[in-house]
């Protein structure tokens, strides 16, 4: 039976069954020339962690010792493409989504003793391109978009309210790929307008803008739902979150001098 096909609580049994046996592996590897080997295992056993707490509904965090956010490899992440891969989606899991996505095929063979070379083939070339261009590389946001002020209008008290025209100068590159500008109309003679609140622009737009003042300069990031969701648009791929760089110069007839 594939691993998607059981229910959520024998898959809990199974990966709390998993991190069983590595504790207890783990117990055995004592001494200073097992020291490489138990920093090995306490990094599968965190893995089976974080997929227990995905499998429970709990809260992933950030690894705290790399700083570098882990993504959660959800029950069926390769036997959704490979069906009759279950008993290797098993094995690999421990390592974690960023050791997987740089595996070697001799490692597959001498460490997870997978001997079958087209499945070896297929599972390299899984990891290290569909997976890794797939997973969620940065946490998750909470919040459906963050605005962060750049530099400060002239006037605070001067905000925008729904069905105002706004005119604005932006920039927006993706969250996971600073360096993809999507879109921009900076350097152009004449500003974006749109009516605030009526749903003509992205959701992140319509309620981040309405925190922005005249004049001010700040940096929206927006979480993808509150973007373009599962739909992909042009350089923006699905699921992206999103930042623009905003510059509000303008209010119905009141434009930044």
């Not at 783990?26 to 080997?37: E, F, P, S, V």
């Not at 993504?71 to 960023?98: C, D, H, M, S």
């Amino acid at each position: 039976m594939a691993t998607e096909d059981l229910s959520t609580d024998q898959q809990i049994l199974l990966m709390e069954k998993k991190l069983e046996d590595l504790l207890e592996k783990k117990n055995t590897l004592t001494g200073a020339k097992n020291k490489k080997k138990r920093s090995a295992m306490n990094k599968k056993i965190k893995n089976v962690e974080a997929c227990l707490s995905l499998l429970r509904g709990e809260d992933e965090e950030e690894d705290e010792e790399s700083g570098e956010y882990e993504p959660v490899l959800e029950p069926g992440w390769l036997t959704k493409t490979y069906k009759n891969f279950a008993q290797y989606e098993q094995i690999l899991i421990p390592l974690g989504a960023r050791e997987l996505c740089n595996i070697t095929g001799q490692r597959l063979r001498t460490e997870f003793n997978i001997t079958n070379g087209q499945h070896r083939k297929l599972i390299k070339q899984f990891l290290t391109g569909t997976l890794k261009n797939t997973l969620q590389w940065q946490k998750p946001m909470e919040q459906p978009f963050i605005k962060e002020t750049i530099s400060p209008g002239p006037d605070p008290m001067c905000v925008p309210k729904v069905g105002d025209k706004l005119s604005v100068y932006y920039r927006g590159t993706l969250r996971a790929d600073p360096e993809t500008q999507f879109d921009s109309n900076i350097g152009r003679p004449s500003p974006f307008q749109f009516e605030i609140g009526k749903g003509f622009v992205i959701r992140g737009w319509d309620e981040g803008l309405l925190e922005m003042h005249l004049g001010e300069k700040a940096t929206l990031t927006i979480r993808s739902d509150y973007a373009y969701g599962r739909e992909a648009n042009g350089a923006i791929p699905s699921h992206a979150d999103l930042v623009f760089e905003v510059e509000l110069v303008g209010i119905n007839d009141t434009m930044v001098q």
